[in-house]
């Protein structure tokens, strides 16, 4: 199993920029898909973007998609989203994930998964 830690959010006013990082503990991260969810106050935890083990294929859902990039670094076992063109709405609790199965691209679900780190809270200001 794989212990992520979140990094990397904070204030931002709409149109700025974050980078978030996760880091993953463990051997074999380079066997892991990488998925991001984000869980804003009041709503369902969500998908936000996906890569695979190798990071050649990446997804996004449409309400990030042009605006976030997700990449990833094998050797440092971390994953990074980074997050332009802010909106009030991307406001919410980012957390990562890690899977073993067969790339899915935007076929994730938060109750594929039984293993969450704290998160890290993404707010932008309008």
């Known amino acids: 199993q794989v212990h992520l830690v979140e990094s990397g959010g904070g204030l931002v006013q709409a149109g700025g920029s974050l980078r978030l990082s996760c880091v993953a503990s463990?051997?074999?991260?380079?066997?892991?898909?990488m998925v991001w969810f984000r869980q804003a106050p009041g709503k369902e935890r969500e998908f936000v973007a996906a890569?695979?083990?190798?990071?050649?294929?990446?997804d996004y859902a449409d309400s990030v998609k042009g605006r976030f990039t997700l990449t990833r670094d094998n050797v440092k076992n971390t994953v990074y989203l980074q997050m332009n063109s802010l909106k009030p709405e991307d406001t919410a609790v980012y957390y990562c994930?890690?899977?073993?199965?067969?790339?899915?691209?935007?076929?994730?679900?938060?109750?594929?998964?039984?293993?969450w780190g704290q998160g890290t809270q993404v707010t932008v200001s309008s």
């Open positions: 994930a890690a899977d073993r199965r067969t790339y899915r691209s935007r076929s994730y679900y938060p109750r594929d998964f039984d293993s």
């Open positions: 463990g051997r074999s991260f380079s066997s892991y898909a």
């Open positions: 890569i695979n083990w190798s990071g050649s294929s990446t």
